[in-house]
Structures are given as structure tokens and as C-alpha cells.
């Protein structure tokens, strides 16, 4: 049995942490406001992007002269996987929902005897994968420092995955993020971004019979808009990830905080239990003292 | 001026600018165009220069793109820019730092097709610095 020092101390660093996690509950759901602003404000230029994408890559998918980026090397033998998370931890499942999605992914891919690289985006990524496919990994980024993800960060990533395309290192890319549904639910989401696929949904608009004109050629603004639409969906897959991670550190921490207050209460009636008994020992042996006397 | 024209312009980070206009000069890699209302379907990319937004009656707008795509539907036109600035908010600084950072393209380029690309890119920064 503890003493009541012992309990006093317990309930004083419960109630601390407490505090803490409250507290980071509290950031977080300032911060995901904020990512969730960001998200919404980069949907206009990725909706026109893939509209964009749809009207020229239906013309150009059968064709033998369609890039690389979209009709793909012909072989699936090197496989690149992008695996994005989060810098920081303390958010409940969200990283390693998304690493084992990823691991189960190459587990697959090396079962089938494919050779496998790995870029991390996110620390903690990197860190779950490195235990088991530490010399798969070719690249990692972190953007610990930053307080807001940009487009600058997103097209640094897509520009070393585009070198390693034109130097022959990869046939296949897929990135592995979570698509932020609500708050309160994330869901770990594979998206293979070379060859590209097309996007779902997205219809040509309706030209009224008209055709459009092309200024260069239309190969040549693919070129162009290949390698800009996948700076676009890594940017995207970003500001999910930074949404998510704040929506899933919110109820974690939520969790946590109704966690220590559930504790705080036991601790209180043990406490005011073990002091009760204390004193109620303290009167009986007076009592029978005085009596034997 | 008879029939307005609806102009998006958006950057990959937000939306920027979506309102009816009577013209829209954009800078398209083979040659400046200006659109207005009732433009036939056009898909083009652009070069680093000069976007300019007509509003009848007001002072005509100006802002710097880096790149991008221009698509004019029957809806409208939408730029698809790849980083922009308001023309007076972009200094001799900024546009030198532009240009470093083309330079720096030219030299990092590996393929031939990749450098020239970036050579073209640098010599449109340069011609804008002059013309500014």
C-alpha cells in the first residue's frame, strides 16, 4: 500500500501531465484550422489542374509518342514508394497506420521479386521504415523547422523524383499518404503518381464543338504539365498529411487528457480512502489504550 | 468594350484573383496574347513576364508570373501560374534573385533538352529586366 506521500506526488504529476496534454490538444486544433485553411485554399489550382490534365491526356493516351511520365517506361522492375508523414509523433496511429500500409506494399513488390527504393517525407517515416528496409531507403526529408509546408517544399521533392526518372533509376512511383476525411478520421491512401493516373472524375469541359488551339503543340505543353501536376499532387498529399496529423494529435490528445482526469479521479478516492483508514486506526488504538487502562 | 470575360487566376498555394474583365494579356511562350470575351478555346503555356488584367475605367493591373498555363474555355480564362507576384510589389532585388536562380538551373541542367529549357527561361528574365 502506498503511503499518502506516495499518492500526493502521483496525483500532482497526473494533473501535470494533464495540463500538458490539454494544452497540446489546444495547439493542435489552432494548427489544424489553419492546415485545413491551407488545404482549401490550394483546391481551386488542383481541380484545374487535373481538368486541365483530363482534356490533354485522353487525346494523348494511346498515342507511341505520349512522355514517359504518362505512358510509363513499359516495365514495373524498379519501384520507387514515397512514403509521407508526419515530423512528430503523440498522434495516436496516424504514422504508423501510414508506414504499414507502406510496409505491406513492399513486402508485396519484394515477394514478387521487384526492386524496391524508398523516399521518406516526414521524419517519423523514416524512422519506422529504417528498422526494416534501412538500405532501400535512397532519400529522407524533413521539414521539422518549417511552420508552414509551401509549394517550394513539394516541388524540391518532385524535382529529385523527376532526376531520378530521367536517369533511368525507377519504372513506377507511388506515394503513400493519409487523405484527411474529417477530424476525426484519416485514411491511409496509396496513389501512383508515375505513370500518372488519371484523375477520377474529372470530365473535359464541354467546348460547344469547338477545339481547342494549341500554343506550342500539345506534346509539348504535356511536357511541361506532366512534371507540374506532379508537384501538384505531392503538394496536395502534403497539406492532407499536415491536416490529418493535426486532426489525429487532436484526439489523441483529447483522449489523453479524459485519460488523466479518469486517473485523477481513483487516485482521489484512494487518497481520501488511505487517509480515512489512517485516522479511523489512529482513534481505535487511543480507545483501547484508554480502556486498558 | 461588349462582352465581359471571366478570369481566374490561381497559384498552386491559393486563389488569386477570379473576376469578369474586359481583357487579359498574357505572356504565352510563342508570343504575347491579349483575350478577351468570346476568345476561341486556347491552351497555352507561358513564359516568365507580364500578365495584364483590363478593367474598363480603371488603371490596368500588372502581375509577374514565373510560368505557368493559360486555358481559355467559353466559361473563361484560368491561368495556372506557377508563382506570381503584383508587378509593384516585384523590386530589382526580387527579379535579380529570379534570374541567380534560372542561372543556377542552366548550370544544374543535365540533358541538353534540360538546358535549353533553362537557357530560354533565363534570356525571357533577362528581357524583362530590361524592359521594366
Redesign the interface.
Known amino acids: 500500500m502506498a503511503s499518502l506521500k506516495d499518492l500526493r506526488n502521483r496525483i500532482a504529476s497526473v494533473k501535470a501531465t494533464q495540463k500538458i496534454t490539454k494544452a497540446m490538444q489546444m495547439v493542435a486544433a489552432a494548427k489544424l484550422r489553419r492546415a485545413q485553411e ?1 488545404a482549401e ?2 483546391r ?3 481541380e ?2 487535373d481538368r ?1 490534365m483530363a ?2 491526356a485522353t487525346g494523348m493516351a494511346g498515342r507511341d509518342d505520349a512522355p514517359k511520365l504518362l505512358a510509363g517506361t513499359g516495365s514495373d522492375q524498379v519501384q520507387l514508394v514515397i512514403v509521407a508523414t508526419a515530423d512528430r509523433g503523440l498522434c495516436g496511429g496516424f504514422n504508423s497506420s501510414i508506414s504499414r500500409l507502406a510496409r505491406q506494399h513492399i513486402n508485396r513488390l519484394i515477394g514478387e521479386g521487384k526492386d524496391v527504393k524508398i523516399l521518406t517525407v516526414g521524419r517519423k517515416g523514416r524512422d519506422l521504415l529504417k528498422r526494416d528496409f534501412a538500405s532501400r531507403i535512397v532519400k529522407s526529408y524533413e521539414f521539422t523547422g518549417l511552420r508552414q509546408i ?2 517550394a517544399q ?1 516541388e524540391d521533392i518532385s524535382k529529385t523524383v523527376l ?1 531520378m526518372f ?2 533511368g533509376e525507377f519504372d513506377v512511383a507511388t506515394l503513400f499518404y493519409s487523405k484527411f476525411v474529417n477530424v476525426v478520421s484519416q485514411v491511409p491512401t496509396a496513389q501512383q503518381l508515375i505513370p500518372a493516373s488519371l484523375p477520377e472524375g474529372a470530365e473535359g ?1 464541354d ?2 464543338g ?7 503543340e500539345e506534346s ?2 504535356l511536357k ?2 506532366l512534371p ?1 501536376n506532379l ?2 499532387q505531392i ?1 496536395r498529399a502534403l497539406l492532407e498529411n499536415v491536416a490529418g496529423e493535426y486532426g489525429a494529435k487532436m484526439s489523441a490528445m483529447d483522449n489523453a487528457t479524459r485519460n488523466a482526469g479518469d486517473m485523477i479521479k481513483k487516485l482521489n478516492i484512494t487518497y481520501n480512502r488511505s487517509r480515512q483508514a489512517q485516522i479511523t486506526k489512529e482513534l481505535i488504538e487511543i480507545i483501547s489504550g484508554a480502556e486498558a487502562l | 468594350m461588349a462582352e465581359k470575360l471571366s478570369f481566374d487566376l490561381v497559384s498552386p498555394e491559393r486563389l488569386l484573383l477570379s473576376e469578369q474583365v474586359d481583357m487579359v494579356t498574357v505572356p504565352g511562350s510563342e508570343g504575347d496574347m491579349g483575350i478577351m470575351g468570346g476568345h476561341a478555346p486556347v491552351m497555352a503555356t507561358l513564359r516568365p513576364g507580364v500578365i495584364g488584367v483590363v478593367v474598363e475605367g480603371q488603371p490596368e493591373r500588372r502581375y509577374f508570373v514565373r510560368g505557368g498555363f493559360a486555358e481559355v474555355t467559353p466559361a473563361g480564362l484560368t491561368v495556372l501560374a506557377e508563382h506570381t507576384v503584383p508587378l509593384s510589389e516585384l523590386d530589382a532585388a526580387a527579379l535579380a534573385a529570379e534570374i541567380a536562380n534560372a542561372e543556377e538551373d542552366v548550370a544544374d541542367a543535365k540533358s541538353d533538352e534540360a538546358r535549353q529549357r533553362a537557357q530560354e527561361k533565363l534570356d525571357q528574365l533577362k528581357a524583362l529586366r530590361e524592359a521594366i
Open positions: 491551407a485554399a490550394a481551386p489550382y488542383a484545374r489542374m486541365v482534356n490533354l509551401g509549394f513539394a532526376d530521367e536517369a469541359v467546348l460547344g469547338a477545339v481547342y488551339e494549341y500554343e506550342p509539348e505543353i511541361e504539365l507540374r508537384s501538384v503538394f
